[in-house]
């Protein structure tokens, strides 16, 4: 898949996306990105991107121009068709491990990052297609959102993690948060690896990484829980759970 970034600072993308998975998955020609400077852009000696909104108020708006300027070349400059536009916003929808997958299905994506107070609205009127937020805070701009949701869609790219059921195992993946992992050595300041991990039997590591699982959802997200695919044996454990279990507190799981 391609993926487009426009931003005002397109050095914020290179240190995160040269390394490790991802710098991996470019060069093995699985997701080809590009990122754009705004300002590249803008037209006038001053190369101007953004400037006060209408109405007063304070704060800078990024101008429409430079951003369908960027749109149109890149356009221009593709095989044919258009990606699919989304905004980094905090109004947009939130992002969770359904909607990376679902991303990670298109054939082109461009990440569009605001700043300052936001983007003139006719951006999103016209060329925005997708907004994404991710989460219930303000960032000073879209580029760490960018680089967040592109990070949580490439996990779902055919190929780019080595072992190709990866992603179907991690959190949210069933509806469940992941529970505990351990390593080399087998007991580390007193605390000792579970002995069902060092059995080999299978079918008792695959019940026991359920019920750590099913534990961990039940202590700091028991809502999703209501959504999760259980079963017979998932239920009555549960149900033990809730009768010997404190609520999280941040301290006690
Ligand atoms: N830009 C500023 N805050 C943001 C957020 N929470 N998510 C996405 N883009 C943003």
Redesign the pocket.
């Known amino acids: 898949m391609r993926i487009d970034v426009l931003t005002l600072f397109p050095a914020m993308f290179s240190a995160y996306l040269g390394e490790s998975i991802l710098q991996r998955a470019q060069t093995a020609g699985l997701i080809a990105l590009h990122v754009h400077n705004i300002r590249d852009y803008a037209a006038g000696k001053h190369r101007v991107t953004d400037e006060p909104p209408y109405g007063g108020g304070g704060g800078m708006v990024l101008k429409p121009e430079p951003i369908f300027a960027a749109v149109d070349a890149i356009v221009a400059g593709g095989d044919a068709g258009r990606p699919k536009v989304v905004l980094?916003?905090?109004q947009?929808r939130r992002?969770t491990h359904a909607v990376a997958a679902e991303l990670a299905a298109e054939p082109w994506l461009l990440f569009l990052?605001?700043r300052y107070e936001g983007v003139d609205e006719r951006v999103r009127e016209l060329l925005v297609v997708d907004e994404?937020?991710?989460?219930?805070?303000?960032?000073?701009?879209?580029e760490?959102?960018?680089l967040v949701v592109i990070d949580a869609l490439a996990r779902h790219v055919p190929g780019v993690l080595g072992d190709e059921h990866a992603a179907e195992r991690d959190s949210f993946a069933d509806g469940l948060l992941e529970g505990p992992h351990y390593t080399r050595p087998e007991i580390f300041r007193g605390r000792a690896v579970p002995d069902v991990l060092r059995s080999g039997h299978a079918a008792r590591i695959q019940r026991w990484r359920r019920e750590q699982a099913l534990r961990r959802t039940w202590q700091r997200r028991p809502e999703l829980l209501l959504a999760a695919d259980l079963d017979e044996a998932d239920r009555l454990f549960l149900l033990t759970l809730a009768r010997e279990m404190e609520p999280y507190d941040g301290t006690n799981g």
Request: charged share 5%; net charge negative; with cysteine.
């Open positions: 980094l916003a905090p947009g992002l990052c605001g994404l937020s991710i989460g219930d805070y303000v960032l000073t701009g879209g760490l959102a960018a």
